[in-house]
């Protein structure tokens, strides 16, 4: 048997495999809900109406999404042109506490439109700079950015910790380390009154067409891509590496950036240090499971999501442990990483 | 044949539409060097992987020493005694020479390594066929031309009787190529039967005892080397008279870019020495060299991928300044890569993209890629230099080396460039496409375009340039005219001896 290389791949095979990867991943965590002893049909189907069963399920489940998805743009963004971020999470964080920060002493007062949109700014600057300083050790060092990323989250969310529990420590929460809330006017807009969900999401959509349009119709998206899939090759073309590259950890560290700066103003308007619960990371698995296609990021967060608040209400009420939805995303992750890898080659004997 | 080790019986072998292998039968004999050769396509890597039991032929069969061989089995293959040397080596880079060779020779639940008696074993076996090597260097410390002697005496080690070699010289020097056949010749002397796959004539009617043609899947001729010749393999090969192009005389014109004193540092080493050229419209100079030479650099300098130390550039009578890529394309200069495919290409974009990526500015409006110019630009760079095996939206990585070189040509002839580098341009083509190559090299020269060829190939140098240089160390040699030197003052010139003989410029 032996692996050979497909000279073509048809549309149809392109779509149907992620869908093919989440079918093959439900049937094998639901060898394991059997195991847990409970029926699995029943187990699926309570995720998926704890996650969209009622009006409250449905908007919580969309206002995980949000980060999600601007989360799993960072990534595919850096990942398509080999930029591995894997700093999401610090850039997120960095991005809240930026954001927060500049709201209840710089801006606070302005009003909402004008407030919002530089608190916007803010938190996504506060995620670029934190993906420069690896970036600029690659070009000058040629430091291996996956672990100066991976590292600067745990320095990006200390740091945080560290002004939640001083210089940007509420007086008023008793004691608890979260920092100052954000001016009122900076609270994002609901989308749905009585619910958590917020313009966030509208916001996250319309960046994933907008990053799907940079990557196929301009050249700075083609040349990106070109110095992805073959840095020398660009170089002879004349493809500026260093400078395509700062463009894209700038777009990646910023759309984490306004991840954290989002979620801080939609959801809870302050910032804690269990602001995340691992979105930034997520955010990583998002991205590999939409195949890095801007516009599938949408939907694998989306997935991600239901599974996240599905499985916490199937927990609920029958007794399998909330774990299972990490297994199952991860369990997707490795499925589409094979399935991405028959859709290049096709098995031969 | 009194002796026959290696029989092949009619095999056959379909790749959905394609015959590859159509009824081919082969016989090789104890101590005998067979060239399989032919064209990109014509099956011969089918043939050799259905021997080595890595395809399982629809009909036919392959015996070894009388013995049938079950299809579709390495591992019986290997241990009926043939040995591959591929053509990417199936080496492992960060083990040694002694721990690659003996990779797969034991089981892998016996708990310890028998290291000693491998060593015995490897060091005889270099010994005996002069395949020098040390058997504790690391594998990616060795130069290919090393890695593939390591290659070889995996399959020695392994106790193979027929060796089948699938385009050896392809990634070597001219004078690594020269020993290894030498030493192919000595292990045919010692009993060993030899298969190698090529598609050089030179080398084939060099080494070979007989020759073997294949086309479109079938064996079209069988020639022992002394009853051919390389006019007559060539038009078997390719199925139709081939000539190489002639180069007609010609006037030059005025001088379009000059180099003087060029010099290129790079880590503590002069890669270029105080290089002096000069190239004028209508001509073809040729910078002929033993590569590693400095050739690779002078070709980075012009594409405007590397800069110069010390020295002046004059393009078009024009100081060039620090010369960009951008540069390059927009004053002219047509560009063909040493190494199409990591250079020339990216493999997984598409055709058009890869047509128009060195001229984006052209191709685009406010930032936007006019898709619609990129697709009809390559559309006429397909049909004007006949690629074929691809449309504009499809993968590059599609297309064959030949074909992959006609649209890195057309790319940059379609537009009449004032300037052509060439740097190993048929450099691992067949012999239809490098008459292609060299046609479209010459009728650019006729049409005004001043080419710089780099190559280390002399008949290609001695057919198309009006005038050669020859790089050693750095350093160019004086120019010589074409018509004044034989491949025997160039082979000097190429050792570095130049003399103090040169021709005006």
Redesign the interface.
Known sequence: MRFERREHRSTLLVIATPILAVIAALAIAGLLIAAAGAPVFEAYWKILTSAFGSRLSATETLTRASPLILTGLAAAVAFRARLWNIGGEGQFYLGAIAAAAASAHLFAGLPSLLQIPLLFIVGAFAGMVLLLVPLWLRLRFSVDEVVTTLLLNFVALLFVSMLIDGVLKDPAAFGWPQSEAVDAAARLPKLLARSRLHIGLGIAVVIAFLIYFVQTRTVFGVQSRAAGLNPSGAVFAGVPLGRTLVIVAMISGGLAGLAGTIEVLGVKGYVTTDLSPGYGYSGIVVAMLANLNPLGVVLAALFTATMFVGADGMSRSMGIPTYIADVTVALSLLSMLVAVFFTQYRIRR | MTDTVLDIRNVSKRFGDNLANDDISLSLAKGEIVALLGENGAGKTTLMSILFG?Y?PDTGSVSVMRQMLPP?KPRAAIRAGVGMVHQHFSLAPNLTVLENVMTGTESLWSLGSNVSAGRKKLIEISQRFGLKVDPDARLGDLSVGEQQRVEILKALYNDARILVLDEPTAVLTKLEAETLFSTLKDMARQGLSLIFISHKLDEVMATADRIVVLRGGKLVAERNVGETSKAELAELMVGRKVTRPVREASTPGEIVLEAAGITVRSGGVDRLKSVDFRLRAGEVLGIIGVSGNGQAVLAQLL???IGRSAGDLVLFGKGAGDL???DA?SSGIG?I?EDRN????????AIW?NAV??R??EF?KA???D?KAGIAFATKIISAFDVRGGSPT?RIR?LSGGNMQKLILGRNLIEHPRILLAAQPARGLDEGAVAAVHERILEARKAGTAVLLISEDLDEVMALADRIQAIVGGRLSPSVNAEDVDARRLGLMMAGEWGGSADAV
């Open positions: 890595h399982v579709g594409s405007g991928t960009t890529v951008a394309v560009r890569p990591r250079d020339g290409a990216i493999g997984e974009m993209e990526l060195e984006l500015p685009s930032g936007l890629v898709r499809s599609l």
